[in-house]
T-cell receptor
């Protein structure tokens, strides 16, 4: 089946630094990728929809200048958390939608801890 | 606003018993529903899906039931095993936006 990878799987950083998370579709092309955030014992909340070659669409309440999304190719989207603070600590999950049939495949997630 | 929610946050069952996880949705325009399983520290894993033109779909040990009249979705797991212990999420999709909206999740705990 289709595989989506994320890198890194876990990152710990100091407050004020920026962190980049990569999401890759390994064996298929994804026109659209989605970024979710999940706090402990909560559900996945959609942050933004990333379309290859165009600007991302952010959900209400998500700061686009803080969570920078780049979808430069059909197999890679990146999420950069700028000037991270402890409240940004969360589990970030991406999904990629296959171009052919619109099915979404989820990555394994990235655990971000901001000290 | 529109939402997808669950009745029970935690479900504890005996190994070998059947499990039923429920989900209520409120967006009548939703036409596609998916159940995901999420183990601790991992991303969601697709279990089974159903389109709104169906009311039942079966997979291996799992069955999804859709009642559009009362906007209710359920996941039935037969002969529940310890490996089924996880958090289960329902998600809805309406074709206009083609985005997934997740429910709150139910933790399934299987007792040996």
């Amino acid at each position: 089946g289709a595989v989506v990878s994320q890198h890194p799987s876990r990152v710990i950083c100091k407050s004020g630094t920026s962190v980049k998370i990569e999401c890759r579709s390994l064996d298929f092309q994804a026109t659209t990728m989605f970024w979710y955030r999940q706090f402990p014992k909560q559900s996945l909340m959609l942050m933004a929809t990333s379309n290859e070659g165009s600007k991302a669409t952010y959900e209400q309440g998500v700061e686009k200048d803080k969570f920078l999304i780049n979808h430069a190719s059909l197999t890679l989207s990146t999420l950069t958390v700028t000037s991270a603070h402890p409240e940004d600590s969360s589990f970030y999950i991406c999904s990629a939608r296959e171009t052919r049939d619109n099915e979404q495949f989820f990555g394994p997630g990235t655990r971000l801890t901001v000290l | 606003g529109e939402s997808v929610g669950l009745h029970l946050p935690t479900l504890s069952v005996q190994e070998g018993d059947n499990s039923i996880i429920n989900c209520a949705y409120s967006n009548s325009a939703s036409d596609y529903f998916i159940w995901y399983k999420q183990e601790s520290g991992k991303g969601p894993q697709f279990i089974i899906d159903i389109r709104s033109n169906m009311d039942k779909r079966q997979g291996q040990r799992v069955t999804v039931l859709l009642n559009k009249t009362v906007k209710h979705l359920s996941l039935q797991i037969a002969a529940t095993q310890p490996g089924d212990s996880a958090v289960y999420f329902c998600a809805e999709n309406h074709n206009a936006g083609n985005m997934l909206t997740f429910g709150g999740g139910t933790r399934l705990m299987v007792k040996p």
